[in-house]
């Protein structure tokens, strides 16, 4: 019994110890002094934005709130590792009422010009398109109160990689 005793307590000093400060163990490409960067920015102006996206065709949100009448600024940071070749995001707002899909496939064939189509008039603001570790801002005015849709416009990306983006 007492040996029983004498093992359960080394385990619990080893785990106990284990657990020491967090901020000094980092794994790699993590930081927790980014994440408060991050919320510091984030909470600075509510119009500032930070997004991210990743080689599996996620982006971090799929709502962003902006206040209506002020300056956005939209940052997009490709935290992947892909070239943008294979792997190429972008961050595009489109006016009410555009269809998606149509939109999107529209785009795909658009290589030479970012995967924007020429001559559009669907769009509110748009990021050049980026690879791993890359990073595109675009400031531009909220446009009126209502509800909006953003997408990647990379062939194919729009399905997954879509949100809403809601001025108040």
Known sequence: MNVFKLIVLSCLVVFASSCGDKKAKKSEGFSYEKKSEVAKEV??????????????????KKEIKVKAGQKVKVTLKHI?????????HNFVLLKQGVDI?????KAATEKDNGYIPTGTEDVIAYTKTIGGGETAVVEFDAPEKGTYDFLCS???????????????
């Open 43 to 60: 909470k600075s102006n509510p119009n500032d934005v930070v997004i991210t996206s990743n080689d599996m065709m996620q982006f971090n």
């Open 80 to 88: 992947g590792k892909m070239d943008k070749n294979v792997m190429g």
């Open 101 to 105: 899909m149509a939109f999107g496939n």
């Open 154 to 168: 990379f062939p194919g990306h729009y399905a997954l990689m879509k949100g809403k983006f809601i001025v108040e």
